[in-house]
T-cell receptor, first 113, second 116 residues
Framework: DQQVKQNSPSLSVQEGRISILNCDYTNSMFDYFLWYKKYPAEGPTFLISISSIKDKNEDGRFTVFLNKSAKHLSLHIVPSQPGDSAVYFCAATLMKSGSRLTFGEGTQLTVNP | EPEVTQTPSHQVTQMGQEVILHCVPISNHLYFYWYRQILGQKVEFLVSFYNNEISEKSEIFDDQFSVERPDGSNFTLKIRSTKLEDSAMYFC??????????????FGPGTRLTVL
């Protein structure tokens, strides 16, 4: 199942700098996209989402950008903090209740002090 | 803050045995889900459940799997005859229900199932 793909298994950045995590999808039926964060021994935690009718959504230090024509989304974290170190999953779904999430492989972000 | 809970945190079983994984979704949520993540692989959808019946299931969710809401608070996943390849982290999730909107899914901490 390659419908959602995160090509970078890992990313390392310095504290205070920007972290950019990328995600591509192939299914044009998807109309809602989410980023989840996961710490070891915990379940995924919702971080931020974006509907396909928007190209940007911002929440504090986190911004998600959506490029529908390229079927690409990205998560920007600025400034990055050591506590942001976690696995970040991109997920896509249909914008209706109960719809399944289709996840990417995840990117391990390490923020170095 | 309300949260999804799962028990046990780790289950070890012999191949061919039945296992039941337990979840307590957030109390006012109406949709319930099971996902799994085999080590080194993606988180995969198994099944969703609404109004006491399966809403959607994936191709992974074959006759070996079943789900049940035995009472007003628990949501269980049963694997009838476990195989080695069922070894994975199993996540339960729940969400509210608003017509015409996406409702965020809240995940539990997972149950690690090891089949020997």
């Amino acid at each position: 199942d390659q419908q959602v793909k995160q090509n970078s298994p890992s990313l390392s950045v310095q504290e205070g700098r920007i972290s950019i995590l990328n995600c591509d999808y192939t299914n044009s039926m998807f109309d809602y996209f989410l980023w989840y964060k996961k710490y070891p021994a915990e379940g995924p935690t919702f971080l931020i989402s974006i509907s396909s009718i928007k190209d940007k959504n911002e929440d504090g230090r986190f911004t998600v950008f959506l490029n529908k024509s390229a079927k690409h989304l990205s998560l920007h974290i600025v400034p990055s903090q050591p506590g942001d170190s976690a696995v970040y999953f991109c997920a896509a779904t249909l914008m209706k209740s109960g719809s399944r999430l289709t996840f990417g492989e995840g990117t391990q972000l390490t923020v170095n002090p | 803050e309300p949260e999804v809970t799962q028990t046990p945190s780790h289950q070890v079983t012999q191949m061919g045995q039945e296992v039941i994984l337990h979840c307590v979704p957030i109390s006012n949520h109406l949709y319930f889900y099971w996902y799994r993540q085999i080590l080194g692989q993606k988180v995969e959808f198994l099944v969703s459940f609404y109004n006491n019946e399966i809403s959607e299931k994936s191709e992974i969710f074959d006759d070996q799997f079943s789900v049940e809401r035995p009472d007003g608070s628990n949501f269980t996943l049963k694997i009838r005859s476990t195989k080695l390849e069922d070894s994975a982290m199993y996540f339960c999730a729940s969400s509210y229900f608003l017509v015409g909107a996406y409702n965020e899914q809240f995940f539990g901490p997972g149950t690690r199932l090891t089949v020997l």
